[in-house]
């Protein structure tokens, strides 16, 4: 079946720091991909997405390409901001004949950045 | 403004009582999803729903139950049948025809069992 696997945390970075958080994934069909972030206390918010293979999401300064061959979706910054701290959530989005649409969730990388 | 609606924001509960959260929705999309998270933890899928008058069971969802008779809304009861109802508790929601899209989160209901 479908699954994300997203890097542990948690990540603690200095401000202006550069950011990675992996993603991998395994999917039946040909999936969506997103990241989420949660600041504590508070839903998940969409941060980007990427329907297809070799697609770019980006938002905020955040980036992330959807690689088929390499079945990743790696999340990057290039200078954090206290104000990233959060925790991310990698997800996929499938879709199959039986089941309508599915997601499956990373189980989150908590980020902290230090002044 | 559209977007998904949680309520309460805070819930307390006595052991043995049910207690219903409410999720609403002026989206206007066909799928809703309750899922439960544990500090530190990520998302567990309790029960979805994408249409009316039916759903489908999640990973967990012995101790609780759903309904959808409107489009808009989508409550979940925890029943005292759960053991360890004290966490957050995440209503989404998402387009179900155009397939591949994302979940819209409301934000979310702590419930804390005395």
């Known amino acids: 079946g479908d699954s994300v696997t997203q890097m542990e945390g948690p990540v603690t970075l200095s401000e202006e720091a550069f950011l990675t958080i992996n993603c991998t994934y395994t999917?039946?069909?040909?999936?969506?991909l997103f990241w989420y972030v949660q600041y504590p206390g508070e839903g998940l918010q969409l941060l980007l997405k990427?329907?297809?293979?070799?697609d770019k999401g980006s938002n905020k300064g955040f980036e992330a390409t959807y690689r088929k061959e390499t079945t990743s979706f790696h999340l990057e910054k290039g200078s954090v901001q206290v104000s990233d701290s959060a925790v991310y959530f990698c997800?996929?989005?499938?879709?199959?004949?039986?089941?309508?649409?599915?997601?499956?969730f990373g189980t989150g990388t908590s980020l902290t950045v230090i002044p | 403004d559209g977007g998904i609606t949680q309520s309460p924001k805070y819930l307390f509960r006595k052991e043995g009582q049910n207690v219903t959260l409410s999720c609403e929705q002026n989206?206007?999309?066909?799928?809703m999803y309750w899922y439960r998270q544990d500090p530190g933890q990520g998302l567990r899928l309790i029960y979805y729903?994408?249409?009316?008058?039916?759903?489908q069971k999640g990973d967990i969802a012995e101790g609780y139950s759903v309904s959808r008779e409107k489009k808009e809304s989508f409550p979940l009861t925890v029943t005292s049948a759960q053991k360890n109802p004290t966490a957050f508790y995440l209503c989404?929601?998402?387009?179900?025809?155009?397939?591949?899209?994302?979940?819209?989160f409301g934000p979310g209901t702590r419930l804390t069992v005395l």
């Open positions: 989404a929601s998402s387009i179900v025809a155009s397939g591949y899209n994302e979940q819209f």
């Open positions: 999917a039946t069909g040909y999936p969506s």
């Open positions: 990427a329907t297809k293979a070799d």
């Open positions: 997800a996929l989005s499938d879709r199959t004949p039986d089941t309508g649409n599915q997601f499956y």
């Open positions: 989206l206007n999309h066909d799928a």
């Open positions: 729903s994408q249409i009316v008058n039916d759903f």
